[in-house]
């Protein structure tokens, strides 16, 4: 039997895995706070629902994806019960959200006796989003992980175990923990070689197919070369998700000083108003002339 599915939330990462999801045949409603955001989604065979409680109503499956722990806190309230009116509904909660929120998360969910809670944020930013090859991290009991397998495998390329509910978020940060030293690496290593007036071209020619080399660094140097902002990944979710890095390592008794100033860096960017930019514009906090 095919599942039933409710999408709340249809940004740059939700509105293509509602579309996703309604392509692999799955029946899938969606909602966002924001209606006209999500009423293109109708073309697409999704359900657009103006009332977050008809679009949860007996879903086998709820997914959250917003954009932060508020956010999918206050969602998730007003939707719980609504969905609970059903026996053996799963909620997939898959924003980035952090370890204290997913641990707040879980709870809300146990008020909720019939609902399933699942810790299942991705990997991936908006073209993986589109073209259904996210990486989920997927925690909590087996069997939902199980009943869930249909709609993992319409928005991933893969899913990973990460174990009890919550373990997503904390193997999320480690990954995040990469991801946000690439960007601020290639960043301010651009804002170098401009200022030392060495095109970028020959530093991509330098480290091109060695060990040191990666496709990032040029899908995110090219975008600085051009001065193409469009997000892919906006910088102010990048800020937010730096920001948990930072206190997950000062809950952990860990000194990290590099993600402390990627953390201000970003959040820098962000008050000087390119929050809705790519997360790479955190090279003009670097460059500030351009």
Not at 67 to 94: C, F, K, N, S
Not at 229 to 253: H, I, M, N, R, Y
Request: charged fraction near 20%.
């Amino acid at each position: 039997m095919s599942l039933s599915v409710a999408v709340l939330g249809t940004g740059i990462m939700g509105a293509p895995m509602a579309r996703n999801l309604a392509r692999a045949g799955l029946d899938t409603a969606a909602w966002n706070r924001s209606h006209e955001k999500a009423a293109p989604l109708r073309g697409d065979g999704v359900a657009v629902h103006e009332r977050l409680e008809d679009a949860v109503a007996g879903r086998d499956v709820v997914v959250t994806m917003l954009a932060d722990a508020a956010a999918v806190e206050q969602v998730a309230a007003r939707a719980l019960p609504a969905a609970a009116a059903g026996d053996g509904t799963i909620w997939a909660q898959m924003s980035t959200i952090g370890i204290d929120a997913a641990e707040r998360c879980a709870r809300l969910a146990a008020a909720h006796g019939r609902v399933a809670y699942l810790d299942a944020p991705v990997l991936g930013t908006k073209a993986p989003a589109e073209q259904g090859n996210l990486v989920v991290l997927a925690s909590g009991a087996r069997d939902a992980i199980d009943r869930c397998a249909p709609v993992f495998e319409a928005v991933g390329q893969r899913t990973i175990d990460a174990g009890e509910a919550g373990a997503g978020q904390r193997l999320k940060l480690v990954a995040n923990s990469w991801v946000l030293a690439v960007v601020e690496g290639v960043a301010e290593t651009l804002a170098l070689a401009e200022g030392l007036g060495m095109p970028p071209e020959r530093f991509f020619a330098a480290i091109g197919g060695g060990a040191m080399d990666m496709p990032y660094v040029h899908v995110k140097g090219e975008a600085i070369v051009k001065r193409s902002f469009e997000p892919s990944f906006t910088l102010k979710l990048a800020a937010k998700d730096a920001a948990l890095v930072v206190a997950a390592a000062q809950e952990a008794g860990l000194d990290l000083p590099l993600h402390r100033t990627i953390a201000e860096r970003m959040a820098a960017g962000v008050e000087a108003g390119h929050a809705d930019e790519d997360m790479i514009a955190t090279w003009r906090m670097s460059a500030p002339s351009h």
